[in-house]
T-cell receptor, first 117, second 111 residues
Framework: GAGVSQSPSNKVTEKGKDVELRCDPISGHTALYWYRQSLGQGLEFLIYFQGNSAPDKSGLPSDRFSAERTGGSVSTLTIQRTQQEDSAVYLC???????????????FGEGSRLTVL | GENVEQHPSTLSVQEGDSAVIKCTYSDSASNYFPWYKQELGKGPQLIIDIRSNVGEKKDQRIAVTLNKTAKHFSLHITETQPEDSAVYFCAASIYPGQLTFGSGTQLTVLP
């Protein structure tokens, strides 16, 4: 499809397990973002990739969270030793490069709902 | 860093009435203010945005106003329809793409 694709859409895991969430951005979008949305809350910025530059990791809540982006396209968000407070919807977004066609608009996927028991 | 506050958290209006959602931001360097609409089970979608060199922007039934001096901006929806029911998020940005979001407003349009 033409939109941002995220998988899995739902993930239930036990406390202490590791999880991986995948994001496939829109083709041609060099910027990729991860946000976390807890129940009834706004979107919390986690990490931002722009082209080949070093990612902005300033929003990651702890060292249990990490993300990588291979080949400038697909990204994986990894949460190690999950805790119950990690339960949330993890949203990925992508956008055009910061020049040319860039309008500021983020295109979001439908999210991965993580439940930690 | 930037802090964005959004009010109200819930808003119910009768179909055909207007709805107003307000946001304040803390960093005077912010220069981009988008509004996103999130329907149930979907990711947020941009509905309108405004940049700091503009005071007001309108797109059909939706308008956004910006007061840089007071550091607040508002979303106005006129002639509301049931399909306007959703969660609306304001956001502010200093750097392109790195948005700080408000906590959201659940808008319900009653038929």
């Amino acid at each position: 499809g033409a939109g941002v694709s995220q998988s899995p859409s739902n993930k239930v895991t036990e406390k202490g397990k590791d999880v991986e969430l995948r994001c496939d951005p829109i083709s041609g979008h060099t910027a990729l973002y991860w946000y976390r949305q807890s129940l009834g809350q706004g979107l919390e910025f986690l990490i931002y990739f722009q082209g080949n530059s070093a990612p902005d990791k300033s929003g990651l809540p702890s060292d249990r969270f990490s993300a990588e982006r291979t080949g400038g396209s697909v990204s994986t968000l990894t949460i190690q030793r999950t805790q119950q407070e990690d339960s949330a919807v993890y949203l990925c977004a992508s956008s055009f490069p910061l020049a040319g066609d860039y309008t500021g608009e983020l295109f979001f996927g439908e999210g991965s709902r993580l439940t930690v028991l | 860093g930037e802090n964005v506050e959004q009010h109200p958290s819930t808003l119910s209006v009768q179909e055909g009435d207007s709805a107003v959602i307000k946001c304040t931001y803390s960093d005077s360097a912010s220069n981009y203010f988008p509004w996103y609409k999130q329907e149930l089970g979907k990711g947020p979608q941009l509905i309108i945005d405004i940049r700091s060199n503009v005071g007001e922007k309108k797109d059909q039934r939706i308008a956004v106003t910006l007061n840089k001096t007071a550091k607040h901006f508002s979303l106005h929806i006129t002639e509301t329809q049931p399909e306007d029911s959703a969660v609306y998020f304001c956001a502010a940005s200093i750097y392109p793409g790195q948005l700080t979001f408000g906590s959201g407003t659940q808008l319900t349009v009653l038929p």
